[in-house]
Structures are given as structure tokens and as C-alpha cells.
């Protein structure tokens, strides 16, 4: 059978949720989201978790702290946690070798230390990247305290994966409120507000430069590339007023990687091969929040428009050749 390799399938540690806990933003309000038999899937790193696995026809997960993971923690804290985070990373995938592969969590409210355990994560430990949750606090991604981060990555040929996270208050107070706190929490998080977030995330990396300074980075977008790759024609138009060294859909085609995020749309599927190419798209199921019974992103797959070739590009192909790219030493 086709072998799928699921990237963005997440955990979370206790020690994250108490921190979590004691922050006054701590997740922002989505905790909610982390309870009951999510909660308890987002916990288990063994049997439970292959068992499901085994079930939706799954057969590698890239492990990785789910949002807002330690980008609103206070900063010494944050580098203790994620050094344990990516040790018991390491550990699970030590023992499950043939199942796990991970993705290091940074301590982003601590630049210069982010760039130093993703350094660690991936040299020392055999860490695939990052999973990076955009913006930490007040500073959006493309702020300048994080190249040293940019250029670790860039250097190591590690890709950095930006997954949504909450918008700022002031953000949500215009936009996502007025219908009540339990709807504008969902509307703000996984109904829309996500999705915007991350993906303004990126175009602001474009805007900012960060693919001209380094140009071997790269970026991974989940949910078919978070609204902006829908409106790439209309973003192109920006051209007009940068002082960019490519134009704009040069830096979604040369830079960018995007995964379904257990989104099953085959429309989303073509614009995303119209967009990035056949080479460019990675298989994930969102574990375990779009988590099904049944095989859906296997059939998913299989039921594709795509050559044969294509599905086993879609399917692991392309998240093993660009694992084959990255520097150890």
C-alpha cells in the first residue's frame, strides 16, 4: 500500500499545560479546545495514538506541539520547556522509529535561544524543523530579532512550519466578537481567524524581505496554504509598490510547501498543484483534531485526479526528498 506520511499531527506535555495555566494568556481562550477525547489523544505519545494511526491508514506522523505551543510564555521559562519538549521529541521517535519523526518546538520569545535549539534539535537530536505558531506576543514572525532563527534554518535546510494561532485581542475585538464568547472564540480560531493569522504570516515574511535575504528558506502551510494562496493573483498586485527581487508568486513556488491539514477538498487540492506544482504539497491529517474513522485522507489520496507518480509524491514523496536535503552536521 501507498505509504502516507502525516506532518502536522499534534501533541501537547503536561508541563506545557501547566504553563499554560499560570500565563495570564496562557492559550488565549481555545483551551476548551483540548478537552475530552482530544485531550486525551493530544496527550498519549504510544499505543493509543498508533492504534488510531493504524486505523486511518497512516503510517508516519511528524510530531508537533499544537498552537499556541510556547510563543506566549515569558522567555527563560519557555527555553527550559522547549529543551525538555524536544528530548522527549527525541525519545519518542528513539523508541517508535519506524512510526515518529518530529518537528522542535522554539522558545520564540527568546530569539537568539530559538535559533540555538532549533540548531540543537536538528544536529544533535534529528528534529526535522519547527513548528512555529506566526507571531510571539506582540512581534509578527518577520520581525528582525527572529533571523538568526531564519538564517539557522535557511543554513540547515530545515523548513519552518507557520500554523495558525489566535489573532491578537485587538484583533478579535473588531472582528471575531459580538456574538458571544464561545462564538467568537470559534470564529476567531478554527471558523476563520486562524487561517488570515497564518497566512498574513507569511506574505509578511515576503513583504519583509526574508526570502531575499535567505533564499534557500523554506515554509510549510497548513489548511492549503491559509486563505493567501486563493488570492495570489490579487497579492502579485504588490509588486507595484515593493522593492521585491522576484515577483510574488516566485516566492509561493520557490518557498512555500502546503499541506491539507485533514482539509479533504479536491478543488483545494488543483489550486494548490496550480500554484506550488506537483512537487511542493505534503500529506497531513491534522491529528487529532480532523481526526475520522474510516481512511478518509488515504481515500483522499487515492481518489485523487493525479497520476500515479503525483500520489506517491503527494502521499510521502516529497516530505522524504526534502528530509534527504537537510545538513546534520
Avoid at 88 to 115: H, I, M, W
Avoid at 172 to 178: A, E, K, L, P, Q
Avoid at 185 to 204: K, M, S
Wanted: charged letters at 20%; one cysteine or more.
Amino acid at each position: 500500500m501507498m505509504k502516507l506520511i502525516g506532518i502536522e499531527e499534534h501533541f501537547v506535555t503536561a508541563d506545557i499545560r501547566a504553563a499554560w495555566a499560570a500565563s495570564a494568556i496562557g492559550e488565549e481562550g481555545t483551551g476548551g479546545f483540548e478537552r475530552g477525547e482530544i485531550g486525551e489523544r493530544l496527550d498519549n505519545l504510544a499505543e493509543q495514538r498508533l492504534a488510531l494511526m493504524d486505523e486511518s491508514g497512516v503510517d508516519v506522523q511528524v510530531l508537533s506541539v499544537t498552537t499556541p505551543a510556547l510563543h506566549n510564555l515569558e522567555p527563560e521559562e519557555s527555553v527550559t520547556l522547549a529543551r525538555r519538549t524536544n528530548d522527549l521529541v527525541a525519545e519518542t521517535v528513539a523508541k517508535y522509529p519506524t512510526r515518529f519523526q518530529g518537528f522542535a518546538t522554539l522558545p520564540t520569545a527568546s530569539p537568539e535561544d530559538a535559533a540555538t535549539e532549533l540548531e540543537r534539535s536538528v544536529t544533535h537530536l534529528a528534529l526535522m524543523g519547527s513548528m512555529l505558531c506566526g507571531r510571539t506576543r506582540e512581534k509578527n514572525l518577520d520581525h528582525p530579532d527572529f533571523f538568526p532563527m531564519f538564517e539557522t534554518a535557511a543554513r540547515l535546510r530545515v523548513p519552518l512550519f507557520i500554523h495558525p494561532q489566535i489573532p491578537q485581542r485587538a484583533v478579535r475585538d473588531v472582528y471575531y466578537s459580538g456574538f458571544g464568547n464561545q462564538i467568537d472564540t470559534a470564529f476567531a480560531a478554527f471558523g476563520l481567524g486562524w487561517h488570515y493569522e497564518a497566512g498574513i504570516q507569511f506574505v509578511r515574511l515576503i513583504l519583509a524581505g526574508v526570502f531575499d535575504r535567505y533564499p534557500d528558506l523554506q515554509i510549510i502551510l497548513g489548511h492549503w496554504g491559509e486563505v493567501v494562496l486563493f488570492y495570489l493573483e490579487r497579492l502579485g498586485s504588490l509588486a507595484r509598490v515593493t522593492n521585491l527581487q522576484r515577483p510574488v508568486a516566485d516566492y509561493f513556488k520557490q518557498n512555500l510547501y502546503v499541506t491539507p491539514s485533514g482539509m479533504w477538498s479536491q478543488s483545494y487540492l488543483q489550486r494548490t498543484f496550480e500554484v506550488v506544482g506537483h512537487e511542493r504539497i505534503l500529506f497531513s491529517t491534522d491529528y487529532p483534531y480532523q481526526y475520522r474513522p474510516g481512511k478518509p485522507g488515504r481515500l483522499f489520496v487515492e481518489e485523487a485526479a493525479l497520476s500515479p507518480e503525483q500520489k506517491e509524491l503527494f502521499a510521502h514523496g516529497n516530505w522524504e526528498r526534502l528530509m534527504k536535503s537537510v545538513c546534520r552536521s
